[in-house]
């Protein structure tokens, strides 16, 4: 199964392409989508990010899509931009008949981290750990976006038993064991 992983925003857009075989995480592609060029306007960034996911579709050959979804900001304008580059980057993979879940930030930290408030650094380690990265990606929004696949991943098809302890769990969920 391969997800691609969408954090969204109308600067910068993540996306992280991950598959999982077996037991086994296997990264295939993530970077960024820089939006914002000098003296352009917002409508032209919306397109820039719709034109380059179409691209990481096309290239990568995801079978489902995963999006953080919409969090409160004080910033309405932000938030309103926000909104936007989200439906853009769900339209990019709906074109290609890409199924779509959406997960919560809080959501996504705690299915990677262990912790729902954990800080970005945290997460970009965990990925770069799961994902047997080498180099420090330049943005934490392609790590976040590979989060975003990878919190899908895990819960796609695997319900947790209740577990009292680690070794309960280990021995009720070998399934979400990742070698």
């Known amino acids: 199964m391969r997800i691609l992983g969408i954090d969204p925003g109308s600067i910068i857009c993540g996306y992280g392409v991950v598959e999982k075989e077996g ?3 296997i990264l295939i592609e993530y970077g960024v989508i820089k939006a914002k060029k000098k003296n352009e306007d917002f409508p032209m960034r919306l397109k820039e990010i719709y034109t380059r996911l179409i691209s990481v579709i096309e290239r990568t ?4 899509a995963a999006i ?9 304008k932000s938030l309103v931009q926000l909104t936007h580059a989200r439906a853009v980057a769900m339209l990019a993979a709906t074109m290609r008949e890409i199924p779509i879940v959406e997960y919560s ?5 705690k299915s990677v981290t262990g912790m729902g408030r954990a800080q970005k650094e945290q997460v970009g380690y965990m990925m770069r750990k799961m994902l047997n990265i080498k180099e420090t990606p330049e943005f934490l929004d392609s790590t976040d976006a590979l989060s975003i696949a990878v919190c899908h991943l895990l819960k796609r098809n695997s319900p947790v038993k209740n577990s009292n302890s680690w070794g309960d769990f280990i021995k009720n969920n070998p399934d979400r064991i990742i070698s």
């Open 23 to 25: 037991n086994s995480l």
């Open 61 to 64: 050959l995801p079978d489902e």
């Open 68 to 76: 953080e979804s919409t969090f409160y900001s004080k910033n309405v």
């Open 105 to 109: 930030p809080l959501e996504v930290k």
